[in-house]
């Protein structure tokens, strides 16, 4: 039995002592297209479903898109081939197709929801192809105009990040221990792998050792921001991109050694000005990470999260069970309101104090949530009993309820309906 099924067992049970307030909520606002994972196997394909009345549109195979999602990339194995696709996810339509050879894949982040490989302007991408004790990169645009460069490394190297200029793929070079790794920089202008790891400047001969969380990229591309968790506490991975350096940054934490409480950490970046805003759904700690102050955190303050004493006690979330969550965390479009999964439902941030303001659906065991592409609505969804909330995200009332879905655990993507060819 997987761990995620496993998980939404549990949390039926729990979903039963639920006060249920908004079962009766009317169909949500049409016009908005939902990109969600859902069903009990893991992940695995996308739907695309219809927010007003919860029709399902098409089914994305596995893949990765673009920041916007006006692209998406899927890798099909041919007979001696395969074949790599740039698809419109909203209608399915192919926009551009190469031939690559056999074995490549498009990069998975452990597991933490559709695949990767992408620049974060979107404009270049890297797959990945690892056979012994070789690793192989191809590398190129994203149109899929031009022939792409292939990259050969002895060693066991995985994609953690490619710049918005083509030039630098940055790889995580597994060594002995599965959680003990370094990251390595590959000039793609001069085909060389950088001699020194990259480290921060202030321990560069610290180990590095974790397993990967939840990851933002600024939308000028000039850093990504990861989460790792730890036996000595969860710490954020600052890279800058084009550079040979990194910066890690110590998250607080109320017992250092707990795993389960490193798990739920989630990111939400401001598209203006870059900050960086992680939120722990267990401790309740928010923290505030600017490129400007590292490598220290900007500010840091702490929220009550949790659910109330002896609401739901004695069972365990999903989020327990299958780690970190997918879309845990969502800024408002002005910058100035965080929405955080909570124990039961949504709390809602202030920004400028860092102090839970109101709650939403309060009761509800949530699994995801995410802002609209436009901004006008905030979408959640429980998976164990199969809801999809919409929510005013100005007033925090619940609007409506898109009906239909089947286990839906990962909100990816929400935005106004584009007309269909």
């Known amino acids: 039995m997987s761990r995620r099924l496993l998980g939404l067992m549990i949390i039926a049970v729990a979903g039963l002592t639920a006060c249920g307030r908004y079962a009766s909520a009317p169909p949500a606002a049409a016009g908005y297209r939902l990109f969600l994972e859902e069903g009990y196997n893991g992940e695995g394909s996308v739907t695309v479903r219809d927010a007003g009345t919860g029709a399902i549109e098409r089914e994305l195979p596995a893949g990765t898109p673009a920041f916007d999602w006006s692209r998406y990339y899927t890798v099909t194995p041919l007979s001696g081939s395969s074949r790599l696709s740039a698809l419109d996810p909203a209608s399915g339509r192919t926009l551009a ?3 690559i050879p056999i074995g490549y894949e498009l990069p998975n982040l ?32 994203s149109s899929l105009s031009t022939p792409f460069r292939t990259v050969r490394l002895n060693g066991t190297f995985v994609f953690d990040a490619l710049s918005n200029d083509g030039r630098s793929l940055y790889l995580v070079q597994k060594l002995g221990d599965p959680n003990h790794y370094q990251v390595r920089l590959y000039d793609l202008t001069s085909q060389s792998l950088a001699a020194q790891p990259i480290v921060d400047k202030r321990e560069p001969n610290e180990p590095m050792n974790g397993i990967r969380g939840d990851s933002v990229a600024d939308p000028q591309g000039n850093f990504v921001f990861t989460v790792y968790a730890r036996d000595n506490g969860p710490f954020i991975h600052a890279l800058p991109l084009g550079q040979p350096l990194a910066w890690c940054v110590d998250l607080p934490a109320k017992k250092a050694t707990d795993l389960e409480e490193q798990f739920r950490w989630s990111l939400a970046i401001n598209q203006v000005n870059s ?3 992680a939120v722990n759904a267990s401790s309740g700690f928010v923290a505030e990470i600017a490129p400007d102050t590292l490598p220290s955190l900007r500010r840091t ?23 970190a969550r997918i879309g845990g965390a969502a800024l408002s479009a002005d910058g100035r309101t965080l929405f955080a999964l909570a124990d039961t439902g949504i709390a809602v941030i ?8 109101a709650r939403i659906l309060d009761g509800e065991s949530l699994d995801s949530l995410r802002l609209s592409a436009d901004g006008r609505w905030l979408y959640a969804v ?11 995200p100005t007033s925090g009332a619940v609007a409506g309820q898109t009906k239909g879905l089947a286990n839906p655990w990962a909100l990816l993507w929400a935005e106004p309906s584009r007309p269909l060819p």
Do not use: M
């Open 382 to 392: 429980a998976a164990a009993n199969s809801k999809l909330w919409q929510i005013d």
């Open 275 to 277: 900050l960086v805003y």
């Open 97 to 99: 197709q190469t031939t």
């Open 350 to 357: 202030d920004v400028a104090t860092l102090k839970v303001r």
């Open 110 to 141: 452990a597991g933490q929801g559709p695949t990767a490989g992408l620049s974060p302007n979107g404009q270049w991408l890297a797959l990945w192809s690892g056979t012994g004790s070789a690793s192989r990169f191809l590398v190129g645009a």
């Open 301 to 323: 303050g702490q929220v009550a999260l949790n659910a109330s004493p002896g609401h739901l006690a004695g069972f365990v979330t999903e989020a327990d069970a299958k780690g």
